[in-house]
């Protein structure tokens, strides 16, 4: 089974920018979507983007025009861009993976990451 390995998280100030590392042990081609979710102290696991095989995106209303995910499936690796950071956006971040076409539904992921922190300090 693939695994997914997180990097890139840590902690920035407001304004400021990550760049999150989603790295797949196998090939991420045969998943028709990745995604990364963020889990804040107390809250649940929320979609933040999705991206299917062919490119096409979806973003939680909070972070469109910041956040950008991108996959390479030549790298196994998909990646999220996190620019004009806010405290808000402090949480652990995961990435997942679906056989199921731009799935916003936490449950149709069945392959997830360890997760990595992103804390935003004001």
């Known amino acids: 089974q693939v695994q997914l390995v997180e990097s890139g998280g840590g902690l920035v100030q407001a304004g400021g920018s990550l760049r999150l590392s989603c790295a797949a042990s196998g090939s991420i081609f045969s998943f028709n979507t990745m995604a990364w979710y963020g889990q804040g102290p107390g809250k649940q696991r929320e979609l933040v983007a999705v991206?299917?095989?062919?490119?096409?995106?979806n973003y939680a209303d909070s972070v469109k025009g910041r956040f950008t995910i991108s996959r390479d499936n030549a790298m196994n690796t998909v990646y999220l861009q996190m620019s004009t950071l806010k405290p808000e956006d402090s949480a652990v971040y995961y990435c997942?993976?679906?056989?199921?076409?731009?799935?916003?539904?936490?449950?149709?992921?069945?392959?997830w990451g360890q997760g990595t922190q992103v804390t935003v300090s004001s």
């Open positions: 991206i299917d095989k062919g490119g096409s995106t």
């Open positions: 997942a993976a679906t056989y199921t076409y731009l799935a916003t539904d936490v449950a149709a992921y069945r392959i």
